[in-house]
């Protein structure tokens, strides 16, 4: 209140981010007390004047009653008293917490799910490539030993070829003497 006026600033949609006009979420009310100092004054007068001056306090009073309750009525979300309403927020805070908190108990163990999978996945396509390199080798090893082994019977058979034409050559030598 400053200078006998009393300003009141409510939300009459309960918005409070949207309104920020003063000409619709402000109320003044005037508070004057015309009473003049004397007793020469008729009483009629004092009392009609009184009266007036305390029908306008009631009706600035009613106005900042409705005022005060239309923004309770905003704030409390169509609940009956602030406590009930208090509880049901702390209820709604209550779960959202609860509900994050599965959401990241669930989160972690897909994260651990996922990094056991992928350690699987690269032990199966280690194994895989050992298992390869395994086989190769034994192929490889195989393919030496018959390379080895027809290196063998190559120079057996050359052996045997040239023993052949040695006994020709000396068959026919003695064949062309007699």
């Not at 029908?55 to 979300?77: M, N, Q």
């Not at 917490?97 to 799910?113: A, G, I, M, P, R």
């Not at 019977?153 to 070829?161: F, G, N, R, V, W």
């Amino acid at each position: 209140m400053s200078n006998g006026t009393f300003h009141h600033y409510f939300v009459p949609d309960g918005y409070y981010e949207e309104n920020d006009d003063p000409e619709k979420c402000q109320m003044l009310f005037k508070m004057t007390d015309d009473r003049k100092c004397g007793m020469d004054e008729n009483q009629d007068s004092v009392i009609r004047d009184d009266f007036t001056i305390i029908k306008r306090h009631i009706e600035d009073a009613a106005r900042v009653l409705e005022g005060v309750g239309k923004s309770i009525s905003y704030d409390l979300d169509g609940e009956e008293s602030y406590g009930k309403y208090l509880r049901r927020e702390t209820t709604q805070i209550g779960e959202a917490f609860t509900n994050s908190e599965k959401s990241l108990l669930e989160l972690e163990v897909k994260f651990k799910q996922s990094q056991e999978n992928e350690l699987k996945e690269e032990h199966r396509i280690n194994d895989d490539f050992l298992n390869m390199i395994v086989h190769t080798r034994d192929v490889l090893k195989e393919t030496l030993d018959i390379s080895i082994a027809l290196k063998d019977k190559h120079e057996l058979l050359s052996l045997i070829i040239r023993s052949h034409g040695t006994r020709l050559s000396r068959l026919k030598n003695e064949y062309m003497k007699v």
